[in-house]
Each structure stands twice: as C-alpha cells, then as structure tokens.
C-alpha cells in the first residue's frame, strides 16, 4: 500500500507533553461498531470474566548516553542488545565516528564502535563498568523526540516513562499503553476474574523511525527480542478455550503474540528476535481486542491498527479523536479496538 493512505492532520497541541496523573484517569476511546468515550477506570466493564490481558513486563532502561570522542561531543541512543553482548544505537552526529573510535562517557565507562552501518546506526561494545550499571550512572531516559523539553528529561520521568508491573530490563522504548494501569486497576481487573499474563519484547527505539518509502512493501523493520513462556502460552490458550477473548495491551504485545502464533488459533512459546510489519490484509491469528495509544500518522503503528480494526474506521475514530482533543502519542490518552471481522 502506499504510504500516504495512513496520513492524517495532527494538531501540535494534541501531542501529550506529561502523562495523566493518575495514570488511570487517562481518556479510552471505545472502537468498535461505534466510537464510546471512556476513561481507561472504565476498561474492567468491558472485559469479560473469560478473557484474558496480555502485557509486555519489558523496563526501559536509561539508554541514551553523551559522550566525547577526543574533542567531539557524541550522543547515542542504544536500541538493541546483540548475543554477543554488543549493542546496536542510533548515533548523533553518526558521521563524526568511524569503527575503532571510542566514546567516553565517563572515566570508567566508554564504548568502542564495532561497526558502522547506514542512516545513522552504529554497533558499539562496552568497558569498564557493567553495562546495566554504567548505565544507571551515565545514561538518561530515551523519551521519544515529540517530547519536547527544554531543560531535558525530569526525575519524574524516570517513574512516569515505565509501567508499574515493568520487570526485565532492556527496552529503550515503553510500552505506552500499559502506562495506563495502576496497581489498583490492575486489582479491581484480577477482582472481575480476568488472568492478567505477561511476555517480555523488549521495544527498540526503531519504533520511533519514520517509514520513509512511498510503498509499505520496501520498508524494513527493525527487529526486537522478545520472550514467551510456555505457562504463559497455557494461560492464554485455557482462556481461549473457555470462550474468552485475547486482549493485548499495546502493539509490543499483539507483534509478540502474532509473531509466536503458527496458525490460527494456535500459540507456541517463542523466544528470539522478531521484525513482523503487520499491514492492512493481514490475518490475525490469535489477538481480539487491543488496547493502545493514539499513533503518528504514516507510522508502522497506526498502519498495525489499520489492518486491526480497518483504515476507514480508525481514520474516522482518530478524526473524532482530534475534534474531541484527546491527548496523543506516548503519554497520551488510550483507545480499545476491535478486531475488523471479514465480512
């Protein structure tokens, strides 16, 4: 399809600059055969006791990091951990380094560049410090760019940019969605009887790139690790055999699932890299419903909930989105989908 079908007028004004506090007081568009204004405390009456919630437990760890190499001030942003414990990032200005230079970030953390590929993108390998640990010292929250702050990240955002069930270190991204629930939410969904079950896919600060091609046929994701455990899968699948429905809670989670689901209506554990683009004409296998937030336009995300709950129908619910202002992008408000169901 071409790239400009997913285009859609955005106010500046709506793009969220703090999250809604409490997290659950956030706005929730309700898409199905009609657009329903809620608030996201509404989600455990539409839920059913059968189903089941599946969330990404990925924590975002402070993945950029400002360096110098001799003279010249470095910026990298780290998007993915290798198996040989390198790591791929994002590099500012890219052009400025060449493979062999170092990178200090402080007297006992630096990172030498293995290897330099395109568009700004740059394997580096670590010394001194831990890694983890270096980066609790040195790095600073990757908030996405549409986050304009003039004095940089906040403290607070260390808590706000990361969901309260956040467990296995390695994203530079969050999972937006799930920045929604509380501990007091997610109780009172427990209370209504539905099997709350998490993966781990940890989110890549790919997820912020533009698609640059006019066709979404020549645009290459990038690729992010992700885990499923086989309780996690029995889980799923006891709900589904009940009767009950698949609700991911953000994108990260319906690619992890689709990417771990055979065929339809079946699911295996999967443990590895995945890179699916999932476009308009894709056959979901094993989501029903999907909780996320409000995406750019053009973006490989609103093009996932395009092929989810149709084009036409999120074109229309994120029009009356923007007439109703509600807040976009990684803080912002949240919507529910259903699935588009061939006619």
Not at 210 to 220: F, G, L, R, S, Y
Request: proline fraction near 5%; include cysteine; aromatic fraction near 8%.
């Amino acid at each position: 399809m071409k790239t400009d079908a997913f285009d859609f007028d955005l106010p500046k004004e709506l793009i969220a600059q703090e999250p809604a506090t409490p997290r659950d007081s956030a706005r929730l568009l309700h898409i199905g055969e009609d657009l329903v204004d809620l608030s996201v405390r509404d989600l455990p009456k539409l839920i059913n006791p059968r189903d089941v919630l599946v969330v990404n437990n990925t924590k975002v760890i402070p993945a950029r990091l400002r360096g110098r190499r001799g003279e010249a001030s470095i910026e990298i942003t780290l998007h993915k951990r290798n198996g040989d414990e390198t790591w791929c990032a994002f590099a500012r200005p890219a052009k400025r380094l060449r493979e062999g230079d170092i990178i200090e970030f402080a007297s006992n953390f630096s990172a030498a560049v293995v290897e330099k590929r395109d568009s700004g993108e740059i394997v580096v390998g670590f010394s001194g410090q831990e890694v983890f640990s270096g980066l609790a010292e040195n790095g600073f929250m990757p908030l996405p760019p549409y986050i304009g702050r003039k004095e940089g990240v906040r403290e607070t955002d260390h808590q706000d940019y990361q969901t309260v069930y956040a467990a296995k270190a390695g994203a530079v991204a969050a999972p937006t969605a799930g920045l929604h629930f509380t501990d007091s939410l997610l109780s009172e969904i427990k209370n209504v009887g539905i099997d709350i079950v998490e993966l781990t896919l940890h989110v890549g600060a790919g997820t912020f790139l533009p698609v640059k091609v006019e066709d979404t046929d020549e645009h290459k994701m990038h690729s992010e690790w992700g885990r499923l455990d086989e309780t996690a899968v029995q889980r799923i699948m006891k709900a589904r055999h009940a009767g009950g429905k698949v609700m991911a809670c953000g994108t990260t989670a319906l690619r992890l699932l689709e990417s771990a689901a055979p065929a339809v209506g079946e699911l295996a554990p999967f443990e590895g890299d995945t890179d699916i683009f999932i476009t308009p004409g894709y056959k979901f296998r094993i989501v029903d419903r999907l909780m996320t937030n409000f995406h750019l336009p053009c973006s490989t995300l609103f093009m996932l909930v395009s092929a989810f709950s149709g084009l036409g129908r999120m074109k229309a619910a994120y029009a009356h989105a923007v007439n109703s202002k509600y807040r976009f992008y990684s803080y912002g408000d949240a919507c529910l989908l259903e699935k588009n169901e061939p006619s």
